[in-house]
């Protein structure tokens, strides 16, 4: 059972990058799926997430309009969309998935964003 995700890298102010998220050995049938990010420094951030319940995704103000979560359960993969990028998204980005009846976590092994000014 893990999370596996991709897509991090170096880009610029303004840029756009699209994180991925594979789950194997489980589906995301029943759970809860989001981003969060952990800068030097900083306290960790919930960025996105979106449950299988009701499928409304959530945005902090920080990201609101600029990020967009998505998800294929048939896939198994869930996605972060990141647009108009700004150096303060610099962070390890961790995909989380939350089951909904046993409320366990599972985490990926973090990708690093750095937006460069």
């Known amino acids: 059972v893990q999370l596996v995700e991709s897509g991090g890298g170096l880009v610029q102010t303004g840029g756009s990058l699209t994180l991925s998220c594979v789950a194997s050995g489980f589906s995301f049938d029943d759970y809860a799926v989001g981003w969060l990010r952990q800068a030097p420094g900083k306290d960790q951030e919930d960025v996105s997430c979106?449950?299988?319940?009701?499928?409304?995704?959530y945005y902090p103000d920080s990201v609101k309009g600029r990020f967009t979560i998505s998800r294929d359960n048939a896939k198994n993969t869930i996605y972060l969309q990141m647009d108009s990028l700004k150096p303060e998204d610099t962070a390890v980005y961790y995909c989380?998935?939350?089951?909904?009846?046993?409320?366990?976590?599972?985490w990926g092994q973090g990708t690093q964003v750095t937006v460069s000014s």
């Open positions: 979106i449950s299988s319940a009701d499928n409304i995704p």
């Open positions: 989380n998935a939350r089951n909904l009846v046993s409320n366990q976590h599972t």
